[in-house]
């Protein structure tokens, strides 16, 4: 489990539109929001990613830059995009299941036959531009997600009272 104020593990993975997304390279003003998904068979994760495509401007005028990532494979990832409707945000894939542990997510067995063999459940991390963890929310199961309403509230908050992290002891 990686605890608040501590430095990140890197991460590289290819985006669907094309090249590679790295947190190393990250330089938000404020965070990088790292929404980790269950890929293409969660409907609910559909509709988590296109309520977030619909704030999208909000987290980025707040100085939040944003990525979905999931461990589905790139035709899978492709699928989701061309599918859902989450044109505006950026989708990596081919996470492996060591790096979904190295990021303290739950990893579930296929329970139905659209499901891939294995995924990850949900998170949500908020990142520094030091790339120390300022905040996580990992899930369990599909349900109960940080809305993205609250999130922004939060950021607002922790931005104008520079309210530290919490939860590193």
Known sequence: MIKPN?????????LVEGGDWELKDQNPEH?????F?????????KKYLEALEKKLSDFKDRGVDVVAISMDTEKRA???TEKWDIKNVPVAYSMTEAIARDWGLYIS????DEEP??????ALFLVRPDKTLYSASIQTMPFARPQFDDLLKS????????????GGK
């Open 6 to 14: 501590a430095l990140c593990p890197d991460l590289k993975l290819p």
């Open 155 to 166: 950021i607002d908050f922790i931005n104008e009272k520079n309210y530290p992290a919490r």
């Open 109 to 112: 067995k296929a329970i139905k």
């Open 117 to 122: 063999e294995v995924f990850s459940e949900p």
């Open 31 to 35: 965070f990088t929001m790292m929404i």
């Open 37 to 45: 998904y269950r890929g293409l068979h969660c409907p609910v994760c």
């Open 78 to 80: 492709k699928i989701s």
